[in-house]
């Protein structure tokens, strides 16, 4: 069921609970650097930028209850502005990995970090060329279909490790599709940000 947030730091606290208020001052430090890049880099769509809490702060951090227990490294793809990978390091202070091409978009992420003391390591990277990560979750949101995002996650998971990728409303055919090449579990947690969409928790993954 989507929920209806309120603007400001207070969206985070709706879908995780818990979140401390020296956090939520690194989150809100971290939304005000996003707000001067954008001048400059295209980090995120200018019409969600009034939203940032509701659309990408929040939306990110509806991921953290789904994290593992005992979970030491995690992993984003196609990390863009740090959604959601950069929210929930900061969330976790779990060893982060972001995978993102873009040199710009690189650079916005490592001050972000080196700002909010998020422990990130950043691959400037197509995700094809990433060196092996060894990371128990890995997450991609808006990247590619769930099919390659299999791929990609099967080079970089620990055995045992999930991925975590928040789709849209068609996300029943991209399992369908996967399903022809690759063998996997997956659950369905229904978005809290975002009217039709999901988040789907996969593991045990094989290529068939």
Same mark, same amino acid.
């Given at each position: 069921?989507?929920?209806?947030?309120?603007?400001?730091?207070?969206?985070?606290? !709706?879908?995780?609970?818990?979140?401390?208020?020296?956090?939520?001052?690194?989150?809100?430090?971290?939304?005000?650097?996003?707000?001067?890049?954008?001048?400059?880099?295209?980090?995120?769509?200018?019409?969600?930028?009034?939203?940032?809490?509701?659309?990408?702060?929040?939306?990110?951090?509806?991921? @953290?209850?789904?994290?593992?227990?005992? =979970?030491?490294?995690?992993?984003?793809?196609?990390?863009?502005?740090?959604?959601?990978?950069?929210?929930?390091?900061?969330?976790?202070?779990?060893?982060? !990995?972001?995978?993102? %091409?873009?040199?710009?978009? %690189? =650079?916005?992420?490592?001050?972000?970090?080196?700002?909010?003391?998020?422990?990130?390591? +950043?691959?400037?990277?197509? +995700?094809?060329?990433?060196?092996?990560?060894?990371?128990?979750? +890995? %997450? =991609?949101?808006? @990247?590619?279909?769930?099919?390659?995002? @299999?791929?990609?996650?099967?080079?970089?998971?620990?055995?045992?490790?999930?991925?975590?990728?928040?789709?849209?409303?068609?996300?029943?055919?991209?399992?369908?599709?996967?399903?022809?090449?690759?063998?996997?579990?997956? %659950?369905?947690?229904?978005?809290?940000? =975002?009217?039709?969409?999901? +988040?789907?928790? !996969?593991?045990?993954?094989?290529?068939?």
């Amino acid at each position: 069921m989507t929920t209806i947030l309120p603007a400001g730091p207070e969206a985070v606290l !709706v879908v995780a609970p818990g979140v401390s208020r020296e956090t939520l001052t690194r989150l809100s430090l971290y939304a005000e650097l996003l707000e001067k890049w954008q001048k400059t880099v295209n980090l995120v769509g200018p019409k969600t930028l009034p939203e940032v809490w509701q659309r990408h702060m929040a939306d990110s951090a509806q991921l @953290l209850p789904l994290i593992p227990e005992g =979970a030491k490294r995690l992993a984003d793809f196609g990390s863009g502005a740090g959604f959601p990978g950069l929210v929930l390091a900061i969330l976790t202070n779990i060893d982060t !990995v972001l995978v993102e %091409s873009d040199v710009r978009k %690189s =650079a916005f992420l490592r001050e972000v970090a080196r700002q909010a003391g998020a422990p990130v390591t +950043i691959q400037n990277v197509r +995700i094809e060329a990433a060196k092996p990560i060894g990371a128990d979750v +890995i %997450s =991609a949101r808006a @990247l590619a279909p769930l099919d390659d995002l @299999l791929k990609y996650a099967m080079l970089h998971l620990n055995p045992g490790g999930v991925g975590l990728f928040p789709k849209g409303e068609s996300w029943q055919d991209e399992v369908a599709v996967a399903a022809k090449h690759h063998r996997f579990t997956h %659950s369905v947690q229904p978005s809290r940000t =975002a009217p039709g969409a999901v +988040i789907l928790t !996969v593991k045990d993954m094989f290529d068939e």
